[in-house]
């Protein structure tokens, strides 16, 4: 968006005064994919007139095939160079129906506008994220993230740590660090067998003035990097959020998609991050229904499940993607059996995630206030250190004044609602009451 601004191009929040249509799209999984197409199809049949860009990985992964079959498309644009959008957005307005699809970049990190000055703030009010890695070298046999973004690459610390600077002066209170895997953050440098730079570069941003969270997502747990957990203690602003995949516990399966860890292994870490830090959050996702999966290695997932209490967890169905590893393996799971297994993960798990939540209850804890609530007085919507934007639950707050969006307020949680937390508002007096967690 920022580079279509430099172009000329004015964004419309009103469909029908838009020229153009931009479809930025998944091509991880099956369902993914299917939401992608359905989504241009959707908007060139109640736009017909209108021209439709077909974007991100979906484009990256199959531009040919998309272009022969996909005739809605007016043109597509792969994600290996971001800045070069208003070269395929004038294309589509052309009428050319071509496909720019620039080679990925493996021996640095693409450039798409990581300036602060106009970058679009598309979240909600206080919160941003920031892309410090790209692509991945894990190679875990069913994934086609490496096909999809190429081989991890990661920015300069100096670089992150500008464009950090540049949000929190914008008034961003919640930076949400980002990549296939940050804990590979810097192992291009230093190579596979070295030390993962995220310790440094959170180093580096503890040094940074404000008043913020910083929220890690998404560390593999095979790389887990054990110096960031004392990060933690030194800077509540380092936020005891961990994002896991442990996809699995069975060692099987786990050695079957190329993952180096187990059961008692991923216990270990999570005793560990729960011992330094006992207001740690942990996320998780499981993958079941992978080729071979019997209901012996469905057992032991559901007994770590138990084990492990993860705060939240999501679960998803293997998904056959060629040119994966894993597409040619035998033994297959049938989809009716995989989706039966799904759910059964995730009724068990809300048992244990409203446990989890249960402990916030009679505690004060920060929140960031994200929007009103339409049509009740006095009520707000927002999130505390244990909930990561989107994905886990919510803090539904109450009170007696107007709250600003996008700011910390000092909230008491009087009830467990659900997965969500109620709660009220301190009075200002108490703003410098002690709050549990950050």
């Known amino acids: ?21 931009i479809v930025n799209s998944c091509g991880f999984i099956e369902s993914a994919k299917k939401e992608s197409i359905d989504a241009v199809l959707r908007w060139k ?3 017909p007139d209108k021209r439709v860009l077909l ?50 970049d493996s021996t640095g990190f693409a450039d798409f506008g990581h300036s602060t000055a106009g970058r679009p703030l598309l979240s909600f009010p206080g919160s941003a994220y920031v892309k410090i890695t790209e692509g991945c070298d894990n190679k875990c ?16 610390i100096v670089s992150v740590v500008f464009e950090c600077r540049g949000l929190i002066a914008r008034g961003i209170k919640e930076l949400c660090l980002i990549g296939q895997d940050l804990g590979s953050y810097g192992l291009d440098r230093v190579g596979q067998s070295g030390q993962s730079e995220l310790p440094a570069l959170l180093s580096a941003l503890s040094t940074l003035e404000g008043d913020f969270w910083i929220r890690l997502l998404y560390i593999h747990p095979d790389r887990f990097p054990r110096g960031i957990l004392d990060l933690c203690t030194r800077d509540a602003r380092i936020l005891p959020y961990f994002d896991l ?16 860890g187990d059961a008692e292994s991923y216990l270990a870490l999570i005793a560990s991050i729960r011992s330094t830090l006992p207001d740690a959050t942990i996320r998780s996702t499981f993958l079941v229904g992978f080729p071979g999966e019997t209901e012996g290695d469905m057992d032991q997932l559901l007994d770590f499940q138990q084990r492990a209490r993860i705060d939240w967890l999501g679960a998803f169905e293997y998904s056959r993607e060629e040119g994966t590893p894993a597409f040619n393996l035998k033994a297959r799971v049938s989809k009716k059996l995989a989706s039966a ?18 402990r916030f209850v009679g505690k ?24 990561a934007p989107e994905v886990d639950g919510a803090v539904v707050l109450s009170s007696a004044t107007d709250l600003e969006c996008g700011a910390f307020h000092g909230a008491h949680v009087f009830r467990r609602a659900g997965l969500d937390l109620d709660a009220a508002r301190l009075p200002p007096s108490e703003s410098d009451v002690h709050f549990s967690g950050a």
Request: overall charge negative; some cysteine; hydrophobic content about 40%.
């Open 45 to 47: 049949a109640v736009y």
């Open 341 to 358: 297994r799904r759910k059964q993960v995730e009724e068990a798990q809300v048992v244990i995630s409203e446990e989890r939540m249960e």
């Open 364 to 387: 004060n804890l920060r929140v960031l206030v994200e929007e009103k609530v339409e049509g009740e007085e006095g009520l707000y919507l927002g999130r505390a250190a244990c909930q």
């Open 245 to 260: 995949p442990f996809q699995h516990a069975s060692r099987t399966i786990l050695r079957a998609m190329n993952r180096k």
């Open 1 to 21: 968006m920022e580079s279509l601004a430099r172009a000329g191009w004015v964004s419309s929040s009103d469909p029908g005064d838009a020229d153009l249509f």
């Open 141 to 156: 046999t069913y994934c086609a993230i490496p096909l999809i973004r190429g081989p991890m690459r990661s920015r300069p």
């Open 55 to 104: 974007a991100g990985c979906l484009a990256q992964r199959y531009p040919v095939e998309l272009g022969s079959e996909l005739t809605e498309v007016d043109g597509i644009f792969g994600n290996a160079d971001l800045s070069r959008i208003g070269e395929a957005a004038a294309a589509a307005m052309g009428g050319e129906k071509g496909a720019l699809v620039p080679e990925i």
